[in-house]
């Protein structure tokens, strides 16, 4: 069984930062990669970034050079630094677990980002 647990969601004005925490616990392979989705209310959840155990890192256009994702093999936790925000990227962030086959999502944090 995995479990994934995220937080660090939470108000922030535009032009601040955040960083998101996803620790995983469980019945976890060495080899996998950990990622970010968002979604808001109406719209289908989209990909954020995503990085391999070996550390190698994608990102989707929208977010490139505002966001940053890492990850501490140690811990099984993957973080995402979310810098100069914006309204738009407000929505609930869903952390993704991929081993093999196997898909595994987190319960979601809220991010809102208004003044």
């Known amino acids: 069984q995995v479990q994934l647990l995220e937080s660090g969601g939470g108000l922030v004005q535009p032009g601040g930062s955040l960083r998101l925490s996803c620790a995983a616990s469980?019945?976890?392979?060495?080899?996998?990669?950990m990622g970010w989705y968002r979604q808001v209310p109406g719209k289908e959840r989209e990909f954020v970034a995503d990085?391999?155990?070996?550390?190698?890192?994608n990102y989707a256009d929208s977010v490139k050079g505002r966001f940053t994702i890492s990850r501490d093999n140690a811990k099984n936790t993957v973080y995402l630094q979310i810098d100069s925000l914006k309204p738009e990227d407000t929505a609930v962030y869903y952390c993704k677990l991929t081993i093999g086959v196997g898909r595994y999502w987190g319960q979601g944090t809220q991010v809102t980002v208004s003044s």
């Open positions: 469980g019945s976890i392979w060495s080899s996998n990669t």
């Open positions: 990085i391999t155990t070996g550390g190698t890192t």
